[in-house]
């Protein structure tokens, strides 16, 4: 099933997409939250398929607006450094393939819809993509063995884990770079295990501005979903809505030659097969972002 989270009407709420249409959770027995619904485990995702099956209240996908899947995940747990080519691109730098998955977080506010425009920040130009495959949490879970890992996984989604390179840059850890406000576009849904199959062979393109710019495979991971899983709940305990983007591949704009960064009017798409697409533009960093209190 693709699991989305839609508004229509002024309410936002669950849906399953159905071929060029949502199917509207409401009053199916369903949580009308996504993290909700992932709690409530499969008696909530029986209750998703009879809504399909059974004719629940359907609406065109072109009439409502898809909101990231999970509104405000309790964690985003970003992978670093993961996919070869990527590593190869930065060796300049001093990049070199990681002994364990280098972990890094974005705040939960950088949760933003998956065809949203998406910010450059008023602080920086320095704007950069990144298309990743991203798994959702769908147990809360602590030591869990590799070959468990599928067990705790609610679905995928893609991820552009936009960055601020200078930000990034100016100290050892590089949360701040990452999480500025927008900065973790996602979706267009969650796509659970048994439609997405293997997580480990799947195509991810990146294009700016239609320009092909990532073109690589999930199978290229240094560390696959299940290890990512392993490691991090070996020191603290993932809970259900968590999302974890898992790396890009090569082809990000800091490494072109000359660099090409994101500028105002650019638009990013992001697609992975088996999932679908996600598209969002640059816009400059609205004013009605200063808030003090």
């Known amino acids: 099933m693709k699991l989305v989270t839609f508004t229509h009407g002024g309410s936002t709420r669950t849906g399953v997409v159905d071929g060029d249409e949502v199917v509207d959770l409401a009053g199916s027995g369903a949580p009308n939250e996504m993290i909700a619904l992932l709690e409530a485990g499969d008696s909530a995702l029986e209750a998703a398929r009879g809504a399909v099956a059974g004719g629940g209240t359907r609406y065109a996908l072109s009439d409502v607006t898809l909101e990231s899947p999970i509104l405000r995940p309790p964690k985003i747990l970003a992978i670093g450094v993961n996919y070869a080519d990527h590593i190869a691109e930065a060796a300049e730098s001093g990049m070199k393939v990681p002994e364990f998955p280098v972990l890094f977080n974005k705040q939960s ?3 933003h819809p998956p065809f949203a425009p ?6 920086s130009s320095a704007l950069d993509y990144e298309g990743e495959l991203g798994v959702v949490i ?3 879970c602590r030591h869990v063995p590799k070959e468990r890992a ?4 609610a679905g995928y989604t893609i991820v552009n884990d936009a960055t601020v390179r200078d930000w990034q840059l100016r100290t050892p850890t590089m949360t701040i770079g990452k999480s500025f406000d927008t900065h973790c576009p996602m979706g267009p849904w969650i796509v659970t295990p048994d439609e997405f199959g293997d997580p480990h062979t799947h195509d991810l393109k990146t294009w700016v501005n239609g320009e092909l710019r990532q073109n690589s495979n999930t199978k290229h991971l240094v560390f696959d979903c299940f290890d990512i899983i392993e490691h991090l709940s070996t020191a603290f305990t993932l809970e259900v809505g968590d999302v974890i983007p898992t790396g890009t591949p090569g082809g990000v704009g800091i490494a072109m030659k000359p660099p090409q960064l994101l500028k105002v009017g650019d638009v990013v798409k992001i697609a992975i097969d088996g999932i679908g697409e996600i598209e969002n533009g640059v816009i400059d960093e609205p004013a009605d972002t200063v808030r003090i209190g």
């Open 109 to 111: 506010t950088s949760a």
């Open 150 to 153: 599928h067990e705790v996984i």
């Open 118 to 123: 998406f910010h450059m920040p008023r602080a």
């Open 138 to 140: 769908g147990k809360p």
